[in-house]
């Protein structure tokens, strides 16, 4: 979830607690002056380190975007440059505020260490946070669809409005989807449905992590468990490219060829660049702290073909078998073609 989101949904909150009684009209006007001057209403050290935080994560991104088409060895240099210029401002904002997950989040992220030891640390952090916010949250509960009890729910409030406006809870929810993304590219598929199931729980947290659960379920070739999340997760996920390269991957695997080569085929006709993005390998940015909001039509597949890459190359043939499924390699071409890839 974008900091430009939360972080002002935080601030207005924030006033409003303050400032009980305001009409809708005043609301309104609060959350004008707030897009304006966000620093007048950033009241306290923890609202600061977040206004902070925010401003690094967009520089991170614009500084990324501004990139795409650099030769090779120019993408490098500004790429060690804009990450060692966040790490530096990371690190001071976490001194002053060492609550701020996000922060802490990418620091960890951005460190330069091997993934295992950078799943470890956000492995610490998570257990870190999650004790914090169920000490410092009344009715917050992790196991419970929502992650909040009825008690923290007796004013009106829903679930989506206390979580959209909570930075602890999303920063704690972008933890787990990190972890959830790390077992992925780590193989460890249980752990990754695990994390992504409790993020699915969340309300006013938008996400993809049914994609992961898609993936990982289809991984351990379970097939019972992967038809039951798409129950779970509704009807909307069948238009997700995590759904059809996950069924794709599942039947394949199952041996069930002909059924792949149908789901293979819409998958390709019903997510624009998943063919392209499965046939030709495409680098993609490193999600800072999880999954960028989507800019063009074909980012969801090129996010989750990338994502299931360990997957892919682990089943043998894969590839070759999907380039010679009648319209795969036409569909390719074509995107190709329309995109100038």
């Excluded at 600061?48 to 990139?67: I, N």
Aim: hydrophobic residues 45%; aromatic residues 10%; contains cysteine.
């Amino acid at each position: 979830m974008d900091p430009r989101i939360y972080v002002p949904a935080y601030l207005e909150r924030l006033y409003i607690q303050e400032h009980p009684g305001l009409t809708e009209g005043a609301r309104e006007l609060v959350r004008e002056q707030i897009a304006a001057e966000p620093e007048r209403y950033a009241a306290n050290m923890h609202a600061q380190a977040l206004l902070s935080y925010s401003r690094v994560h967009g520089e991170l991104a614009d500084g990324l975007l501004r990139m795409e088409g650099l030769p090779d060895d120019e993408f490098e240099r500004g790429r060690g440059e804009l990450f060692s210029r966040a790490r530096e401002q990371l690190a001071n904002i976490i001194a002053e505020d060492a609550t701020c997950l996000d922060a802490r989040l990418v620091s960890i992220q951005l460190a330069e260490v091997p993934l295992d030891a950078c799943l470890s640390n956000m492995l610490k952090l998570e257990r870190e946070a999650r004790e914090m916010i169920i000490s410092t949250h009344p009715g917050f509960d992790p196991d419970v669809d929502g992650l909040w009890a009825p008690e923290a729910l007796a004013d009106g409030t829903s679930a989506s409005e206390l979580t959209a406006s909570d930075p602890d809870l999303i920063g704690w929810l972008h933890i787990l989807e990190a972890l959830a993304q790390g077992s992925i590219f780590t193989a460890r598929y249980r752990s990754a449905a695990n994390y992504a199931r409790t993020v699915m729980r969340a309300r006013g947290f938008p996400n993809y992590a049914a994609g992961t659960l898609l993936l990982a379920l289809a991984r351990l070739e379970d097939e019972d468990a992967f038809f039951q999340a798409v129950q779970e997760a509704g009807p909307n996920v069948e238009d997700l490219p995590w759904f059809g390269l996950g069924r794709t991957l599942l039947l394949y695997k199952l041996g069930q060829t002909r059924s792949a080569r149908r789901a293979l085929r819409d998958f390709a006709t019903r997510c624009d660049g998943g063919a392209f993005f499965l046939l030709n390998p495409t680098y993609h940015d490193p999600y800072l702290p999880v999954r960028p909001p989507a800019r063009e039509t074909w980012d969801l597949a090129h996010q989750a073909v990338w994502e299931a890459d360990g997957i892919i190359a682990d089943t043998p043939d894969f590839t070759l078998w999907a380039e010679g499924v009648d319209g795969v390699r036409a569909a390719a071409d074509d995107f190709a073609r329309r995109y100038g890839f």
